[in-house]
T-cell receptor, first 115, second 109 residues
Framework: NAGVTQTPKFQVLKTGQSMTLQCAQD?????MSWYRQDPGMGLRLIHY???????DQGEVPNGYNVSRSTTEDFPLRLLSAAPSQTSVYFC??????????????FGNGTRLTVT | EDQVTQSPEALRLQEGESSSLNCSYT??????LFWYRQDPGKGPEFLFT???AGEEKEKERLKATLTKKESFLHITAPKPEDSATYLC??????????FGQGTRLTINP
């Protein structure tokens, strides 16, 4: 019972490089989302999706792109990495088409360092 | 704007020493208040959802309560394995989830 799987666990990028953080869930959840966690700032929503082909921006979307071609996968793309994007990134899913009134299932995160 | 403040930032207890963590919130129309546990290097793990003032939920040594302005996570006779960061989040009128900064709890044997 894998739940939400994120890869890679760790990544180091140089400023200006691009990369994709992978997220897959096997619970048939329609709602998926990406958060970043920074010291002293709590979890902040980057982008979310309520189903295949549907995505929307969260609180801090600049510098990130997402797409949702299948129910299972929700990759996060960093277009041109900046040191301000150094953070721990979490993917989360929910059985209900929202996050604000239903619990989220989180992956174990990707720790990204941009130098 | 919806806001969540957790206190204290860090709490160190002896094994068996009961205490409470606080989550104060400001929200226009509470849709749900959530407690999560986060271990180092892991993602948050769901503990409880509370929907209305007066509601209480329990799980092992943990009990969550809710008023109109705050929620408490009571820890009774904690064990070292209860050491973790506890996160509070609220869903409100803005139809988004707002997280607090967390309380880092350490239980010494």
């Amino acid at each position: 019972n894998a739940g939400v799987t994120q890869t890679p666990k760790f990544q180091v990028l140089k400023t200006g490089q691009s990369m994709t953080l992978q997220c897959a869930q096997d619970m048939n959840h329609e709602y998926m989302s990406w958060y970043r966690q920074d010291p002293g700032m709590g979890l902040r929503l980057i982008h979310y999706s309520v189903g295949a082909g549907i995505t929307d921006q969260g609180e801090v979307p600049n510098g990130y792109n997402v797409s949702r071609s299948t129910t299972e996968d929700f990759p996060l793309r960093l277009l041109s990495a900046a040191p301000s994007q150094t953070s721990v990134y979490f993917c989360a899913s929910s059985a209900v088409l929202s996050s604000y009134n239903s619990p989220l299932h989180f992956g174990n995160g990707t720790r990204l360092t941009v130098t | 704007e919806d806001q969540v403040t957790q206190s204290p930032e860090a709490l160190r207890l002896q094994e068996g020493e009961s205490s409470s963590l606080n989550c104060s919130y400001t929200v226009s129309g509470l849709r749900g208040l959530f407690w999560y546990r986060q271990d180092p290097g892991k993602g948050p793990e769901f503990l409880f959802t509370l929907y209305s003032a007066g509601e209480e939920k329990e799980k092992e040594r943990l009990k969550a309560t809710l008023t109109k302005k705050e929620s408490f996570l009571h820890i009774t006779a904690p064990k070292p394995e209860d050491s973790a960061t506890y996160l509070c989040a609220v869903g409100g009128g803005a139809q988004k989830l707002v997280f607090g900064q967390g309380t880092r709890l350490t239980i010494n044997p």
